[in-house]
């Protein structure tokens, strides 16, 4: 059995590995430049960053498992929407996002003995029209402050979102059925008495 570990600080990715019985160590946040380079495509972007934790993770903590690193990107048409840099630009981009159909992009990258896989998950989530008050009292909440877009659907955002095709798990921040191939390539299990 191969001892995992999570390059990352995400409490959702914990979370979500934790809910289907994962054992796993958490690394402290590996720190990687999230910033896109001129002309890179959203799905590069994603999975650049989700390999670049995951190296960086394995670098910082030789010798060691497998470790996995993630980054999940919320796109309107080709514009990456990252995380907002405070109440007033989360609200810029919810309102950018209502009555809309846009992306969520997940990478998962897994590196073990030299060797890395990967795998991205691509979701369209659409978002209801509501009013500007209750986007107002939604970027209120302090919800969306550290989430990818300015909300998060596993809270008080679902109420924001009016359908989703693709992966839930994938919008939390990992999807679960692209990451378990990954781990059960490197021999971790899952469905483990916590």
């Known amino acids: 059995m191969t001892a995992l570990l999570l390059a990352s600080g995400s409490p959702r990715r914990a979370e979500l590995l934790s809910q289907v019985g994962v054992p796993f160590t958490v690394l402290p946040p590996p720190d990687v430049d999230e910033t896109p380079h001129a002309g ?3 799905l590069d972007y994603v999975a650049r960053l989700a390999a670049a934790k995951a190296l960086a993770g394995q670098a910082a903590h030789r010798p060691a498992g ?12 080709e514009r990456i929407l990252g995380k907002p840099h405070d109440d007033e630009h989360a609200l810029t981009m919810l ?15 897994l590196c073990l003995a030299g060797q ?3 795998a991205l998950s691509v979701t369209r989530v659409c978002f209801r029209e509501l009013p500007l008050a209750r986007l107002r009292a939604y970027v209120a909440t302090g ?3 550290d989430k990818a877009g ?7 955002g679902a109420a924001l979102v009016a359908s ?9 921040g990992l999807p679960l059925e692209h990451t ?15």
């Open 40 to 42: 890179e495509a959203p």
């Open 66 to 77: 497998a470790v996995l690193g993630a980054d999940t990107a919320v796109v309107l048409g």
């Open 95 to 109: 309102e950018a996002l209502n009555g809309r159909e846009h992306r969520v992009i997940s990478a998962v990258c």
């Open 116 to 118: 890395r896989r990967a």
């Open 143 to 145: 919800e969306g402050r």
């Open 150 to 156: 300015g909300y998060g659907i596993q809270g008080l």
């Open 164 to 172: 989703l095709t693709g992966s839930y798990s994938g919008v939390v």
């Open 180 to 194: 378990l191939p990954l781990l059960e390539w490197a021999d971790i299990p899952y469905w483990q008495p916590r």
